[in-house]
C-alpha cells in the first residue's frame, strides 16, 4: 500500500495545502467463493497489503473537491454536496459524502492496486474514503465498523450501477494480516483463518482483458439466480436461505428447472462445498488438493455461471499445464480481469514465466502478475497523529 506520504505530496501538489487526516484500506482476493457472498453463503476472502490511501482536510462548506489519477480523470473534480455530479466515480464520492453527512472537502487518493482488474479497488476507494471523511467532522454520528461496511456498498450501488454483496467492503475493514476472513454472508459475521504457505505463493495474474461490471453481466447474474431461487422454492417450499439446504437436495430439485436455473444452482451449491474443503485443506497445507479445489471453482464459474471468457479460460489452461502450479480460476466477478493461482514458489521465474509467454503468444494480450499475502484491514490517521484500525475506532 502506498505510504501517506504519496498522499500528502498529492494533496499538495492539487491543493496548496496540508491535509489533516488520512485513511488506508486495502483491497482483496477472495480465495474461493465466487458469486455465492450475495446468495447468503460462506466465503473465503483476504486482504491484500495493497490498496487505496487518502489524504483530506475540512474544505469550504457546500464543495467538495477529489483528485485521483487513478480512479478519475486527470485535475480536480469539484461540485456541490446537493447536486449529483455526472461522471462515475464523482458520483460515488458524492454518495459517500451523503452517507457521512458532510458539507464540505478537500481529498486527495493514491493507490497501488489495479483497477477493473478483479482486486476490489472500488471497495478499497470507498472505504478509504468514508473513513478520512468520517475522521474530518469530530461532530459526527460514528456508524459501528460492519454499518461502514453498508454505507460503502449502498454508495457503490447507488452510484456505479453494481448491485454488490458485502464481501469486498467487509474485508476492507476486518482483514487481518496472516490470515483469509471465513466470512457468513448472510449472519454477517466471520471466524479467522491462518494462512501459513510458506512454500507457495499466491498469485494474482492479470490476464489483459478489461472488464466493466456494471455493463457486464454481473447484474444478469445476479437477476438469474433470484430467478432460480424463486424457481426452486416454487418446487420444494419456502426456506429462509438456500445454504440451509444440503447440496444434495438443491441438486436434485433443480434437475427439473429451466437450464439455466439449474446450472445457476448447481455452482451456487457446489462452490459451497469447496469453500469448507478449502479451509479444511489450508489447515495441512496440502498444495495438490487446494490447487484442484481452485481449477474446479473455474470450471464451475466457466460452465455452469457463465462469467469467463475464452481468454480467462485460456490463461488458467496454460497456469495450470505447468508442473508446480497447482490450480487457478477466474477471480472477482469474472467477464475479464485477473486469475487467481496457487504455485510453488520455485517456479516463478521459469515455469510461471513460460506460462505466461504461451498465453500472450496465443491472445496477443499483455499479463504481469503478483505475489501477494495477507494483510490488515483499514487504518485512519487522526489530527493528533495516531493511527488505529477502523474497526477499532469505531465503536
Known amino acids: 500500500m502506498l505510504e501517506i506520504s504519496a498522499a500528502v505530496e498529492s494533496f499538495r501538489q492539487t491543493y496548496g495545502g496540508?491535509?489533516?487526516?488520512?485513511?488506508?484500506?486495502?483491497?482483496?482476493?477472495?480465495?474461493?467463493?465466487?458469486?455465492?457472498?450475495?446468495?447468503?453463503?460462506?466465503?473465503?476472502?483476504?486482504?491484500?497489503?495493497?490498496?487505496?490511501?487518502?489524504?483530506?482536510?475540512?474544505?469550504?462548506?457546500?464543495?467538495?473537491?477529489?483528485?485521483?489519477?487513478?480512479?478519475?480523470?486527470?485535475?480536480?473534480?469539484?461540485?456541490?454536496?446537493?447536486?449529483?455530479?455526472?461522471?462515475?466515480?464523482t458520483r460515488f464520492v458524492y454518495a459517500l459524502a451523503l452517507e457521512t453527512k458532510i458539507s464540505g472537502a478537500d481529498i486527495a487518493v493514491v493507490s497501488d492496486l489495479p483497477v477493473e482488474r478483479g482486486w476490489s479497488s472500488s471497495a478499497a476507494f470507498a472505504v478509504a474514503v468514508t473513513s478520512a471523511l468520517l475522521a474530518l467532522n469530530a461532530r459526527a454520528y460514528y456508524p459501528q465498523p460492519l454499518e461502514l461496511c453498508r454505507m460503502c456498498q449502498r454508495a457503490e450501488t447507488h452510484a456505479l450501477g453494481v448491485e454488490c454483496g458485502l464481501m469486498d467492503q467487509y474485508v476492507a475493514v476486518y482483514g487481518q494480516a496472516g490470515h483469509a476472513l471465513w466470512f457468513d454472508t448472510r449472519l454477517e459475521k466471520h471466524e479467522y483463518v491462518p494462512i501459513d504457505l510458506p512454500d507457495l505463493a499466491i498469485?494474482?495474474?492479470?490476464?489483459?482483458?478489461?472488464?466493466?461490471?456494471?455493463?457486464?453481466?454481473?447484474?444478469?447474474?445476479?437477476?438469474?439466480?433470484?430467478?432460480?431461487?424463486?424457481?426452486?422454492?416454487r418446487r420444494i417450499g419456502k426456506f429462509d436461505s438456500l445454504f440451509d439446504l444440503k447440496p444434495e437436495q438443491i441438486l436434485n430439485a433443480a434437475q427439473d428447472l429451466p437450464q439455466i436455473s439449474r446450472l445457476r444452482l448447481r455452482h451456487i451449491a457446489t462452490e459451497q462445498q469447496r469453500v469448507e474443503r478449502f479451509v479444511r485443506q489450508l489447515k495441512t497445507g496440502d498444495a495438490i488438493q487446494l490447487g484442484r479445489l481452485l481449477s474446479a471453482s473455474h470450471n464451475s464459474l466457466s460452465?455452469?455461471?457463465?462469467?469467463?471468457?475464452?481468454?480467462?479460460?485460456?490463461?488458467?489452461?496454460?497456469?495450470?499445464?505447468?508442473?508446480?502450479?497447482?490450480?487457478?480460476?477466474?477471480?472477482?466477478?469474472?467477464?475479464?480481469?485477473?486469475?487467481?493461482?496457487?504455485?510453488?514458489?520455485?517456479?516463478?521465474?521459469?515455469?510461471?514465466?513460460?506460462?505466461?509467454?504461451?498465453?500472450?503468444?496465443?491472445t496477443g494480450l499483455?499479463?504481469?502478475?503478483?505475489?501477494?499475502?495477507?494483510?490488515?484491514?483499514?487504518?485512519?490517521?487522526?489530527?493528533?497523529?495516531?493511527?488505529?484500525?477502523?474497526?477499532?475506532w469505531l465503536p
Open 18 to 89: 496540508e491535509p489533516l487526516v488520512f485513511a488506508q484500506a486495502p483491497g482483496r482476493v477472495n480465495l474461493i467463493g465466487e458469486h455465492i457472498d450475495y446468495a447468503g453463503g460462506w466465503v473465503l476472502p483476504m486482504a491484500l497489503k495493497r490498496g487505496v490511501t487518502v489524504a483530506a482536510a475540512p474544505g469550504e462548506p457546500g464543495r467538495i473537491r477529489v483528485h485521483s489519477d487513478r480512479f478519475l480523470d486527470a485535475g480536480v473534480a469539484e461540485f456541490k454536496p446537493d447536486q449529483q455530479p455526472p461522471a462515475a466515480f
Open 203 to 233: 498469485l494474482l495474474i492479470d490476464s489483459g482483458q478489461d472488464r466493466a461490471l456494471a455493463e457486464s453481466g454481473y447484474n444478469d447474474r445476479r437477476r438469474e439466480l433470484s430467478q432460480a431461487l424463486e424457481q426452486l422454492e
Open 303 to 362: 460452465e455452469d455461471y457463465d462469467v469467463s471468457t475464452p481468454e480467462l479460460d485460456a490463461l488458467c489452461d496454460t497456469l495450470t499445464a505447468r508442473p508446480g502450479i497447482f490450480g487457478a480460476r477466474l477471480m472477482g466477478g469474472g467477464f475479464g480481469g485477473s486469475a487467481l493461482a496457487l504455485a510453488n514458489r520455485h517456479v516463478l521465474d521459469g515455469d510461471l514465466q513460460a506460462a505466461l509467454a504461451s498465453y500472450t503468444a496465443e
Open 366 to 392: 499483455a499479463t504481469e502478475w503478483h505475489a501477494v499475502r495477507p494483510g490488515d484491514g483499514a487504518l485512519v490517521t487522526h489530527q493528533d497523529g495516531t493511527t488505529e484500525l477502523v474497526r477499532e
